[in-house]
């Protein structure tokens, strides 16, 4: 199995500008998980989707911060405009479906760098 | 999210020896209490886990007991080898949410 895929696996962009982050979740998973790993805050549930719908949502910073998912196998974090406190991992997860014990496999995240 | 409390942050510890991770956590509705891993450069992966009607689970090297009462729980890695060198996280589920402890950095001395 190719696991999560995410890209790009490296981003540095200029405060201002437009981000955009992408995963492919696992084929067969219907959840799908957006994170966000700092040293300050750890890791930190951005939004949650469940067959493509966004479920919960509480965890995205400001309006600044956007998720699509379109299809079972594509989604999209956008950050507009970015700022340099979003420096951070930003790793996407998925499971199976939504047991109480269901896995979250995560893939190798991106790291960005706002400047 | 929930809190979840993990000690201690850091952890070095002699190849061979035995490496005890402990995690307190507050919501009484948790109900699965997974471990991960995380390397250098990669994303978390999951090395164990345990559900709230069990109190102990073993894999090879790695144990996680758990005290429901007491809402903590624990990783216990025996015969530590260098590639057990890594980030370890604790993190407690309600429903779909995870929450995560702090993180434990080990090091494994040879």
């Known amino acids: 199995d190719a696991g999560v895929i995410q890209s790009p696996r490296h981003e540095v962009t200029e405060m201002g500008q437009e981000v955009t982050l992408r995963c492919k979740p696992i084929?067969?998973?219907?959840?799908l998980f957006w994170y966000r790993q700092t040293m300050m805050r750890g890791l930190e549930l951005l939004i949650y989707?469940?067959?493509?719908?966004?479920?919960?949502d509480s965890g995205m910073p400001e309006d600044r911060f956007s998720a699509k998912m379109p299809n079972a196998s594509f989604s999209t974090l956008k950050i507009q405009p970015s700022e340099p406190r979003d420096s951070a991992v930003y790793f996407c997860?998925?499971?199976?479906?939504?047991?109480?014990?269901?896995?979250?496999?995560f893939g190798p995240g991106t790291r960005l760098l706002v400047l | 999210g929930e809190n979840v409390e993990q000690h201690p942050s850091t952890l070095s510890v002699q190849e061979g020896d035995s490496a005890v991770i402990k995690c307190t956590y507050s919501?009484?509705?948790?109900?699965?209490f997974p471990w991960y891993k995380q390397e250098l450069g990669k994303g978390p992966q999951l090395i164990i886990d345990?559900?709230?009607?069990?109190g102990e689970k073993k894999d090879q090297r790695i144990a996680v007991t758990l005290n429901k009462t007491a809402k903590h729980f624990s990783l216990h890695i025996t015969e530590t080898q260098p590639e057990d060198s890594a980030v370890y996280f604790c993190?407690?589920?309600?429903?779909?949410?995870?929450?995560f402890g702090a993180g434990t950095t080990v090091t494994v001395r040879a």
């Open positions: 989707f469940n067959n493509n719908v966004p479920i919960d």
């Open positions: 084929s067969g998973h219907n959840s």
């Open positions: 997860a998925s499971s199976p479906g939504t047991g109480a014990s269901e896995t979250q496999y």
């Open positions: 993190a407690i589920r309600n429903d779909y949410k995870l929450s």
């Open positions: 345990i559900r709230s009607n069990v």
């Open positions: 919501d009484s509705a948790s109900n699965y």
